[in-house]
């Protein structure tokens, strides 16, 4: 099987050296041909258009930002034409109905569609560790999970298409949330001047605890949200997609939308491609100019 990948950013790099590394026969594609440049020197083949990785891989692989850049991808006539007999893995975030209506327009044309969003970030990718959630047929699941295992360890099939795009947005509702209300608390014990070690030291203890809480303490304390692993307008954008799901759905989506507020706050303050514990910025509006936080800091 030769796999093809589109979308050679943050997670799309080094998923492709992983599976170049495990044996696979990789081709990547990318708009801008300078991020290619890594992976060649690795010995990735690089193509020049989506036309021709469709027309020489059994599987692509997507890993693009959203729905929109998937459908000016792969859903353009001149490209729609080559999906036959090719199987699209889609593992980027996008909402359950936007995923079935990529579906399908793809089966339309002949190709297989499958979902796979991903939980983890960059060490997971190159330990191989990823938490993949998978929606397809039980026999497309079987067919990849030779691909899928070089990236998980225990893939997990959802279900139909749909249910694994649903599972990704509610865990990603829960890192907007968590680090959110995680964020208010560290900043109101900071501001009454408590020490933050004792105050972490009951979190630790309590049922209240999230190991998320202390991956993003010293990034909130210090002021220092450079080199991401998922930036904060990224999980803008899964806040907005989550709310809008849960209100076609008869949800009460104000605590999400309160949450995309908050990020929509922190990019404000120029913080859209910092770390997304940039919210605590958000929150604890007195450090919100630059200048403020670059002092705070040291």
């Known amino acids: 099987m030769k796999i093809g990948l589109i979308g050679t950013g943050l997670m799309g790099q080094p998923m492709t050296l992983r599976l170049k590394q495990s044996g696979f026969d990789v ?5 801008t041909r300078s991020k290619l440049e890594p992976l060649e020197k690795e010995g990735v083949q690089i193509v020049d258009s989506v036309t021709n990785l469709i027309q020489q891989c059994d599987c692509v692989i997507l890993m693009v930002t959203n729905a929109e850049a998937i459908a000016n991808i792969i859903l353009t006539d001149d490209v729609k034409q080559r999906l036959k007999e090719c199987t699209i893995l889609q593992m980027s975030t996008i909402s359950p109905q936007q995923s079935r209506t990529i579906r399908d327009e793809v ?3 002949g190709g297989e569609y499958v979902e796979a969003p991903v939980l983890g970030s960059i060490p997971q990718v190159k330990e191989g560790s990823l938490q993949i959630m998978v929606g397809s047929t039980p026999e497309q699941f079987r067919q990849l ?3 899928l295992e070089c990236l998980s360890s225990e893939p997990i099939h959802m279900g139909e298409v749909g249910t ?3 599972t990704k947005l509610a865990m990603n509702q829960l890192i907007g949330s968590l680090t959110t209300a995680f964020s208010l608390s560290l900043g109101l014990v900071q501001q009454e ?3 933050v070690e004792k105050f972490m030291s009951i979190l630790r203890q309590s049922a209240l605890y999230a190991p998320t809480f202390d991956k993003k303490l010293q990034r909130m304390v210090n002021l220092n949200f450079e ?3 998922f930036p904060t307008q990224h999980l803008l954008k899964d806040m907005l997609l989550f709310a809008h799901t849960a209100e076609q759905r008869g949800m009460d989506a104000s605590l999400v939308q309160s949450v995309a507020k908050v990020a929509q706050k922190a990019i ?3 913080l859209a491609t910092q770390d997304y514990s940039a919210l605590y910025v958000a929150v604890n509006s007195v450090y919100s100019d630059p200048s403020a936080r670059k002092n705070k800091a040291k």
Not at 27 to 31: E, G, L
């Open 27 to 31: 081709a990547a594609y990318n708009r």
């Open 164 to 166: 694994a795009a649903a």
């Open 145 to 147: 999970q030779p691909v």
């Open 268 to 270: 404000d303050c120029g």
């Open 193 to 195: 001047g408590i020490d």
């Open 107 to 109: 089966l339309a044309v």
């Open 227 to 229: 080199n991401p692993n």
